[in-house]
């Protein structure tokens, strides 16, 4: 089963509006990141949030962690066009050898202009 | 920086086919990670390798898949014989010593009938 799991699975909004996305896992984590996919494209690394930190920013992009729910939110603010793509959570596990990510099942998200 | 880079982008084949897919991770990265992504089981790991060695194979579906890297700047993942349910996208990652961050190459298409 998948560490990760975004809801919701698929997010309509129009351009200027905000889009939220969460993600839940199971297990204790070292980091939490989030990925954005572009149809047809490969992942592209948006943001990293450590267990220690609660809340992070980047840009238009907020993401908080709370461990004691072992979930997290990915806040895009302002969305635009650009911004239609499939966002997914990764987590690398507590003690896990390498830097082995497991990733959630995404959530699709469109912005309409 | 020419990023991962992965080869063929695209490939057909028929059922029973030897098929190989090829990735060149970023510069001195030093991990390469092998991913398969459906619509029916998300991104899923398949192997990992730190510097050169195999460390977590447990994603492999089955024999008929086998990965190797044989220098740095060099991955191969065969499947031999290939089946129809392989069909998906094939995704290569690379990170830095220490880095949790990954990059991905832009995928390949496989399909096989």
């Known amino acids: 089963s998948q560490q990760g799991e975004e809801d919701p699975q698929a997010l309509s909004i129009q351009e200027g509006e905000n889009a939220t996305m969460n993600c839940s896992y199971k297990?204790?984590?070292?980091?939490l990141q989030w990925y954005r996919q572009n149809s047809g494209r490969g992942l592209v690394h948006l943001i990293l949030i450590r267990s220690n930190e609660r809340e992070k920013h980047s840009g238009r992009l907020r993401v908080t962690l709370d461990t004691s729910k072992k979930s997290s939110s990915l806040l895009i603010t302002a969305s635009r066009a650009a911004d239609t793509a499939s966002y997914f959570c990764?987590?690398?596990?507590?003690?896990?050898?390498?830097?082995?990510?497991?990733f959630g099942g995404g959530t699709r998200v469109l912005v309409k202009p | 920086d020419a990023g991962v880079i992965q080869s063929p982008r695209h490939e057909v084949t028929e059922m029973g086919q030897e098929v190989t897919l090829r990735c060149k991770p970023i510069s001195g990265h030093n991990s390469l990670f092998w991913y398969r992504q459906t619509m029916m089981r998300g991104l899923e790991l398949l192997i990992y390798f730190n510097n050169n060695v195999p460390i977590d194979d447990s994603g492999m579906p089955e024999d008929r898949f086998s990965a190797k890297m044989p220098n740095a700047s060099f991955s191969t993942l065969k499947i031999q014989p290939s089946e129809p349910r392989d069909s998906a996208v094939y995704f290569c990652a690379s990170s830095s010593e220490g880095a949790i961050e990954q990059f991905f190459g832009p995928g390949t298409r496989l399909t096989v009938l």
């Open positions: 990764a987590t690398d596990i507590f003690k896990a050898a390498g830097n082995k990510l497991t």
């Open positions: 297990t204790s984590i070292n980091n």
